[in-house]
């Protein structure tokens, strides 16, 4: 792997994390969002724009980091799989369980103090079987423990539990990339499209895992795109299909009924798939300029920490934003561009205090990211 691609998967890692951060910004009447997710309010700017990058722009992030686990996972099959399984058990499994139990204590500690009606008001105990539990101080010991293993309240933890399960899998994944390529590719690109889940995996992670253990098997070329790659074309398709997309989510139910759901579960993986060929192969220009900036070097290593802190931090701070300047007309515009950023520097700042203070615990956080 030459410089300048380790240099391209810093910069896309590092972006990605920051459009999560946006993603989960979206602050309209349902912030629950899937594929196929409507929009049950008028249509204004302030709405359209965060559907538009929400749901659309900003979600080729995942399946980009998956590919890159892939790629880089495949990268190293010189070592054996119970050195490797350990490493990854120490750098994704303990991190999960202790931000899984860390983000649980945070929001069960906040329920003492004035923010427990925020945290009703942000309904954090979704996921939860029993429809009458809103609070963390109500759970019994099983609802616990399915927060701290299976949905913890930083739910954007399912991401390290997935690319874990994806690390465990490996030698079946790949004996199924490299014997039978195309019936499992057209099995998995079958369970994406039509956002099916399996058991322990998410469809998007096993199509992009593996596509990162073919592309580094077979040394294809992710440098210089082929004539069926043109980064233009694409991403043409890409805006296209997220402004559509954006555009029936408001509208098309009236006309369409539940067949909207369909269709906007399509659009939403042509927005996926091609927003991932046109950002990779198209903004080559871009990592250059981020890769040579001083701010890139030095926030850079605290990646993983944005991702951590941000939820439910983000979720508190977005709801007091839009209480306090609840009477100005933009105020929920102004909230999803602000408190991301906000939120993104009091990230950064607090692991900076922390790998200052204490490297160990925060080499133990982060699965030594960072230092």
Same mark, same amino acid.
């Given at each position: 792997?030459?410089?300048?691609?380790?240099?391209?998967?810093?910069?896309?890692?590092?972006?990605?994390?920051?459009?999560?951060?946006?993603?989960?910004?979206?602050?309209?009447?349902?912030?629950?969002?899937?594929?196929?997710?409507?929009?049950?309010?008028?249509?204004?700017?302030?709405?359209?724009?965060?559907?538009?990058?929400?749901?659309?722009?900003?979600?080729?992030?995942?399946?980009?980091?998956? %590919?890159?686990?892939?790629?880089?996972?495949?990268?190293?099959?010189?070592?054996?799989?119970?050195?490797?399984?350990?490493?990854?058990?120490?750098?994704?499994?303990?991190?999960?369980?202790?931000?899984?139990?860390?983000?649980?204590?945070?929001?069960?500690?906040?329920?003492?103090?004035?923010?427990?009606?925020?945290?009703?008001?942000?309904?954090?105990?979704?996921?939860?079987?029993?429809?009458?539990?809103?609070?963390?101080?109500?759970?019994?010991?099983?609802?616990?423990?399915?927060?701290?293993?299976?949905?913890?309240?930083?739910?954007?933890?399912?991401?390290?539990?997935?690319?874990?399960?994806?690390?465990?899998?490996?030698?079946?994944?790949?004996?199924?990339?490299?014997?039978?390529?195309?019936?499992?590719?057209?099995?998995?690109?079958?369970?994406?499209?039509?956002?099916?889940?399996?058991?322990?995996?998410?469809?998007?992670?096993?199509?992009?895992?593996?596509?990162?253990?073919?592309?580094?098997?077979?040394?294809?070329?992710?440098?210089?795109?082929?004539?069926?790659?043109?980064?233009?074309?694409?991403?043409?398709?890409?805006?296209?299909?997220?402004?559509?997309?954006?555009?029936?989510?408001?509208?098309?139910?009236?006309?369409?009924?539940?067949?909207?759901?369909?269709?906007?579960?399509?659009?939403?993986?042509?927005?996926?798939?091609?927003?991932?060929?046109? %950002?990779?192969?198209?903004?080559?220009?871009?990592?250059?300029? %981020?890769?040579?900036?001083?701010?890139?070097?030095?926030?850079?290593?605290?990646?993983?920490?944005?991702?951590?802190?941000?939820?439910?931090?983000?979720?508190?701070?977005?709801?007091?934003?839009?209480?306090?300047?609840?009477?100005?007309?933009?105020?929920?515009?102004?909230?999803?561009?602000?408190?991301?950023?906000?939120?993104?520097?009091?990230?950064?700042?607090?692991?900076?205090l922390l790998r200052k203070i204490s490297p160990f615990i925060y080499g133990i956080l982060t699965g030594g990211r960072g230092l």
């Amino acid at each position: 792997m030459n410089v300048f691609l380790s240099q391209k998967f810093k910069v896309y890692s590092f972006l990605s994390m920051i459009f999560l951060v946006f993603v989960h910004g979206y602050n309209l009447n349902n912030t629950y969002l899937e594929p196929f997710s409507m929009v049950n309010e008028q249509m204004t700017f302030t709405t359209f724009t965060e559907y538009l990058f929400s749901n659309g722009l900003l979600r080729f992030r995942i399946p980009m980091l998956f %590919i890159i686990s892939g790629y880089l996972f495949a990268l190293h099959d010189q070592k054996t799989y119970k050195e490797r399984t350990l490493k990854r058990l120490k750098t994704l499994g303990l991190p999960y369980i202790l931000w899984s139990v860390l983000s649980l204590l945070f929001v069960f500690l906040l329920e003492f103090t004035p923010a427990k009606t925020a945290l009703a008001a942000t309904n954090l105990a979704w996921g939860i079987s029993q429809p009458n539990i809103i609070f963390v101080s109500q759970y019994a010991w099983d609802d616990y423990l399915f927060r701290i293993l299976s949905m913890p309240i930083a739910f954007q933890l399912w991401f390290i539990l997935t690319l874990l399960l994806c690390n465990i899998a490996y030698p079946p994944i790949k004996w199924c990339v490299q014997k039978y390529p195309m019936i499992w590719f057209v099995i998995i690109a079958l369970l994406w499209l039509l956002s099916i889940q399996l058991p322990f995996f998410q469809s998007e992670s096993l199509l992009f895992f593996s596509l990162g253990v073919i592309i580094q098997k077979r040394n294809f070329d992710i440098e210089i795109p082929k004539k069926y790659l043109n980064p233009k074309i694409w991403g043409f398709i890409f805006i296209f299909s997220a402004l559509l997309k954006t555009y029936l989510a408001f509208e098309a139910f009236l006309y369409l009924g539940n067949v909207t759901r369909i269709l906007l579960n399509f659009l939403h993986k042509i927005t996926e798939f091609s927003g991932l060929i046109s %950002i990779w192969y198209g903004a080559d220009s871009l990592v250059r300029w %981020i890769w040579e900036k001083k701010w890139f070097q030095i926030c850079s290593p605290f990646t993983f920490m944005i991702y951590v802190l941000h939820v439910p931090t983000l979720y508190f701070v977005v709801y007091a934003s839009d209480q306090y300047f609840i009477d100005w007309q933009y105020h929920r515009l102004f909230t999803y561009l602000c408190m991301p950023l906000l939120i993104i520097f009091s990230s950064i700042f607090i692991a900076f205090l922390l790998r200052k203070i204490s490297p160990f615990i925060y080499g133990i956080l982060t699965g030594g990211r960072g230092l």
